[in-house]
């Protein structure tokens, strides 16, 4: 039995250190959680500030965003990319303090880094100062420890964080450190709630390996590597950008999309979507209108309800809603990025003033049932109200407490008749229920 606890014990504690790691996985990967978008919704000016950081591969990934991204209004790449000397740099932590400093001055929404051309083959060395053997696991620790921290520095800035991972290399034993070294870039943009972009399998030959040769954006095959198996050409360089224009033009689209939903955004923000109509006077007959706005008739009250509830105060006027249709005029962004002017038409049709009495809680409405909430495709929730039972259907259950809704909503386990197939009692009980009792055939008078 000591060697069962023993064990017991122990799985315990590794379950323990799971849910840890996952819990403290959330948090940090929600810190940057902007409303659904990865972008901000409400860039200054309606510009997208996009900053690149890394080594000699961001100056030549700069090159490929800037022939992306070139015509797109929706965009300002700044033309220098902000140098990282890399991960194993010396004085790593100094380095990184000053780093900060420059992106707390740098004006960026977004944020593409890629670093680590020479880290593949630099020693580093630990805490204690002792110098740790290139590529082993006290290196990928001490390697682990630099990377995150790092990526906190740009924290600060709430910024989108595109991190770009290192390419294959024409080296076998640099290449599989470079994996070793993508593992940990993966594992600490997840963790921090940067978006990693994989450099690695897109320039990879058919049958995974290296190879300077590749097709291009228009598929030709070309010349993609430098001769020195690490750099990249020009059209490397574009379709190195390619990769992360794919996970950058998807986000803009749902920032743009994000952006024109209703009330999403303070008022100076609703404005400039909508400057026309930033101010709509409602209708004579809207419930919302003021008392001043109506004509001037003495407010009638009214008595208790049936119900038990307070009397209300309204006006004779607040009668039947008529039909008030509107347009609005929204400022978006095509799929070319330039900006377009779109009229719409809200459609309100004429409303009963019970209706309307009901909505603006000016009579009771009594018992409203029960909310039944779920999730369906798309990230949307559905919630539907179900009213209990009336007089008339007093021995029905309601629906909330239906066996279906209990067992496949709930997950509640039912609790089983005597003498049905889920019933395991022992010794078993005869079953009592009126469907197990002959039925009674004689004449009654």
């Given at each position: 039995m000591s060697a069962f606890w023993r064990h017991l014990r122990s799985w315990l504690a590794a379950i323990a250190a799971v849910?840890?790691?996952?819990?403290a996985s959330s948090a940090w990967a929600g810190d940057d959680?902007?409303?659904g978008t990865f972008l901000t919704v409400f860039p200054d000016n309606d510009v997208y500030q996009v900053s690149v950081f890394g080594d000699d591969f961001a100056q030549g990934l700069l090159g490929g965003l800037v022939g992306a991204f070139g015509a797109d209004v929706r965009l300002n790449i700044q033309r220098q990319a902000i140098p990282i000397a890399g991960v194993a740099m010396p004085d790593f932590d100094g380095k990184v303090a000053a780093l900060e400093k420059t992106i707390g001055a740098q004006p960026f929404n977004i944020a593409v880094v890629m670093v680590g051309q020479d880290d593949r083959f630099m020693s580093l060395r630990g805490v204690d100062g002792k110098r740790l053997p290139l590529g082993s696991e006290a290196w990928i620790i001490e390697y682990t420890r630099r990377v995150d921290r790092l990526m906190r520095a740009f924290k600060s800035k709430s910024a989108a964080v595109y991190w770009v991972g290192l390419p294959n290399l024409a080296r076998t034993d640099a290449n599989e450190l470079a994996q070793r070294m993508n593992d940990v870039i993966r594992e600490r943009a997840y963790l921090n709630g940067y978006k990693y972009i994989d450099a690695y399998q897109g320039f990879t030959d058919e049958?995974?390996?290296y190879s300077a040769y590749g097709?291009?954006?228009d598929g030709a095959i070309r010349l993609l590597r430098l001769r020195d198996g690490v750099n990249f050409t020009d059209a490397g360089n574009s379709k190195l950008a390619?990769?992360?224009?794919?996970?950058?033009?998807?986000?803009?689209l749902q920032a743009k999309a994000n952006r024109n939903i209703p009330l999403l955004g303070a008022e100076a923000e609703q404005a400039k979507i909508n400057p026309d109509n930033a101010v709509k006077t409602p209708a004579p007959s809207s419930p919302v209108v003021r008392?001043?706005?109506?004509?001037s008739k003495t407010p009638v009250v009214r008595g208790p309800a049936l119900d038990g509830s307070p009397p209300s105060t309204t006006n004779d006027s607040a009668g039947d809603q008529k039909a008030d249709d509107g347009r609005i005029t929204l400022k978006i962004v095509g799929s070319n990025g330039r900006e377009e002017m779109q009229t719409i038409q809200i459609v309100r049709p004429a409303i009963p003033a019970s209706v309307v009495a009901l909505m603006a809680r000016r009579e009771s409405s009594g018992q409203r049932g029960d909310l039944l909430v779920d999730q369906i495709a798309g990230g949307l929730t559905l919630m539907s109200s179900i009213s209990p039972s009336?007089?008339?259907d007093r021995g029905r259950l309601s629906p909330t407490q239906a066996p279906y809704f209990r067992l496949l909503v709930k997950g509640e386990r039912l609790q089983p008749k005597a003498g049905r197939a889920d019933d395991v009692t022992w010794p078993p009980k005869p079953d009592t229920t009126s469907e197990a009792k002959p039925s009674d055939?004689?004449?009654r008078g």
């Open positions: 849910f840890a790691v996952v819990l959680d902007q409303g049958n995974g390996g097709p291009d954006l390619h990769f992360v224009e794919k996970e950058l033009r998807p986000d803009l008392p001043t706005q109506q004509a009336g007089n008339n055939l004689s004449p």
